[in-house]
């Protein structure tokens, strides 16, 4: 078993910047793909970032590409998110994901790619 606790989500002014980070407990012997997604009010959940095992790879959504970048070091079994010229549509709970195994870097867009998911953080960007 994984498990995920989120920290540094809050308010924000648009145009702002915010680092999430996303640290790792249990068995982390082996690291594993990492992903972050979120979920604004009356929406679904819907991918952000990925992060390969190693970081060498990394995949954005269309949407947060170019603002927001997506990182990790494995020795504090940390990923991050740093999220810069926020936008009020930005706006949700910020979830980080874990994955078991990895099967191409496009099924990490994918919510059921991922088996141990944290408990959230809100990120409020205010207009």
């Known amino acids: 078993q994984v498990q995920l606790v989120e920290s540094g989500g809050g308010l924000v002014q648009a145009g702002g910047s915010l680092r999430l980070s996303c640290a790792a407990s249990?068995?982390?012997?082996?690291?594993?793909?990492m992903g972050w997604f979120r979920q604004a009010p009356g929406k679904e959940r819907e991918f952000v970032a990925a992060?390969?095992?190693?970081?060498?790879?990394?995949y954005a959504s269309d949407s947060v590409k170019g603002r927001f970048t997506i990182s990790r070091d494995n020795a504090k079994n940390t990923v991050y998110l740093q999220m810069n010229s926020l936008k009020p549509e930005d706006t949700a709970v910020y979830y980080c994901?874990?994955?078991?195994?990895?099967?191409?870097?496009?099924?990490?867009?994918?919510?059921?790619?991922?088996?141990?998911w944290g408990q959230g953080t809100q990120v409020t960007v205010s207009s």
């Open positions: 994901a874990a994955a078991r195994f990895f099967l191409g870097m496009a099924n990490l867009r994918l919510r059921s790619h991922y088996d141990y």
């Open positions: 992060i390969r095992s190693s970081g060498a790879s990394t």
């Open positions: 249990g068995r982390t012997e082996s690291s594993y793909p």
